[in-house]
């Protein structure tokens, strides 16, 4: 068996508690507390992601807008600096090498945050395909990466940062220090459905800062979180997983990302292979459905209808902050309508389920007061 | 604890002898995490020695469950079907699963007891 990699929190989040498990060849901690009450502690305070296993693939020089431009299918022009966009890295068939978050950093400087079991093959197929004046770098190895999330994530990193966080809009960054550790990259993204941020660290500060962050968090209730309640969260607030959800068998337009396609964003990888899709229309689209019946859909179980094969179950759970038995997956077009019942195969046994919208949790906004005339 | 009153097989269900209960261990509760679902076999229905009588699930999980010995099935623990959770907090007692006649009471003697079990389980974590 060959070594797992380590991420620069393995001590501290051992430390903690942290059950470990491989995830793409890292050591990772899968749970601490459990996963009902870490999901349910990042709904209502907040936790802290050790996400360092997350690859960083940088684009410098002249050429580093064009570059990024061909290489993913959303629209890198509309970027302004300090903004995040979510994307896809398609093969020129259209399907997934992987989805990713697009930062730009300036002009000529683009930071991609990639999937850890991914981020080699990505690096590979990046630098394939990017040519010009540009340097292409893999900095995954040496940059650390913590999410925290939850409704109290801005109260209790505002404690350590001189940043003023409620100026960071959702999906946009900053550099600046946190802890005392200058220059970092504050990201107002996540992947939970919950307010929250993601934070760039040289590894040799990411014990440090993570430590603080537990530390200003404790009156908050925060909690350290692992990559199980990571998967329930994402589910349950309707984000991808690449390798269940999408793939390299898979398009955008039928995994129901076709908000982060823009046909006219230039010559893309890809955009031949969509457009020829849309002319000829989508066959299979992905769904969101919950269980009608006592039972737990799972990635990889047969959907019918009928008594007819007619998809498969790409990811499945018990929602734990939700309390019902929820899952995505791909069926044919005709069957995609709200309310439309399909059975899950669980073990042979077909169980009723319902086409319901996505994402299945939203998170509570505040209301805006309405001054009355 | 392992309780020296049951027998144990090596895919961690247990069996107390006495009654004809049979749950899972504690070291696979702990290993599966927290329980959202039990998959129950029907009241009446017979299995042989290590066949697969139902399931439980973990958030993250399913796992099989077997028979330690041959027999019927005469009650289930309807509890775990509103609250699975049971079977974290005292898998031992009220988070028994099923509830078996036992059919050839001599397979009791090829069944772990509490030693062998606390040093099997103690040797497979240490192939880790």
Aim: charged fraction near 25%; glycine fraction near 10%.
């Amino acid at each position: 068996m060959t070594q797992m990699k380590k991420t620069a929190l393995n001590a501290v989040v051992k430390e903690l508690g942290g059950r470990m498990v491989d995830f793409a060849g890292w050591e990772m901690p899968v749970q601490f507390s459990g996963i009902i009450d870490e999901h349910n502690t990042v709904r209502t305070a907040a936790g802290l992601f050790d996400v360092s296993h997350m690859g960083e693939i940088e684009f410098r020089g002249k050429d580093a807008f064009n570059a990024v431009q061909r290489l993913v299918c959303n629209d890198v022009s509309k970027m302004s600096i300090g903004q995040a966009m979510y994307a896809g890295l398609l093969y020129p068939n259209g399907t997934f090498v992987d989805d990713l978050l697009v930062h730009k950093i300036a002009d000529d400087y683009y930071m991609l945050c990639v999937n850890a079991g991914n981020s080699d093959k990505d690096f590979a197929w990046v630098k394939e395909n990017t040519s010009g004046d540009v340097e292409v770098t893999n900095a995954s190895l040496k940059t650390a990466q913590l999410a925290l999330q939850g409704p109290k994530a801005r109260r209790i990193l505002q404690k350590i940062t001189p940043v003023d966080l409620g100026q960071i809009r959702y999906y946009w960054f900053t550099h600046g220090s946190v802890a005392g550790v200058d220059n970092l990259l504050i990201a107002a993204t996540g992947y939970t459905g919950e307010r929250g941020f993601e934070i760039y660290i040289p590894n040799e500060h990411a014990e440090h800062v993570f430590r603080e962050i537990m530390k200003a968090g404790e009156e908050f209730g925060i909690k350290p979180t692992g990559l199980g309640a990571r998967d329930t969260l994402r589910l349950e607030a309707g984000m991808m997983l690449y390798g269940n959800d999408i793939d390299d068998t898979t398009t955008p337009l039928e995994a129901n990302l076709s908000w982060i396609v823009k046909m006219d964003a230039g010559d893309f990888i890809g955009r031949e292979a969509l457009q020829k899709q849309l002319e000829e229309g989508i066959r299979r689209r992905l769904v969101g459905f919950e269980m009608l019946e006592p039972g737990i859909p799972r990635h990889g179980y047969d959907i019918s209808k009928d008594g007819v094969k007619v998809g498969h179950v790409t990811s499945g759970t018990r929602a734990p902050f939700l309390k019902k038995s929820i899952g995505l997956g791909y069926v044919p077009v005709e069957l995609t309508a709200l309310e439309t019942e399909l059975d899950i195969m669980i073990r042979g046994r077909a169980v009723r389920a319902k086409v319901i919208s996505t994402p299945f949790y939203k998170r509570p906004r505040k209301k805006k007061k309405v001054s009355r005339a | 604890m392992i309780p020296e009153h049951l027998r144990y097989v090596s895919t961690h269900e247990w069996l107390d002898p006495k009654t004809g209960k049979v749950g899972i261990t504690d070291p696979a509760q702990e290993q599966l995490g927290d329980m959202v679902f039990v998959e129950f076999p029907e009241v009446g229905s017979e299995f042989a020695k290590g066949e697969r009588f139902g399931s439980v699930e973990s958030v993250k999980s399913v796992s099989d469950c077997y028979l330690p010995v041959s027999g019927k099935v005469v009650a289930i623990n309807e509890d775990l079907l509103e609250a699975p959770e049971i079977l974290n907090q005292d898998p031992y007692e009220k988070g028994w699963l099923i509830k078996i006649e036992i059919k050839n009471p001599a397979e009791i003697d090829e069944l772990m007891s509490a030693a062998d079990y606390d040093k099997f389980v103690k040797e497979e974590a240490g192939e880790h």
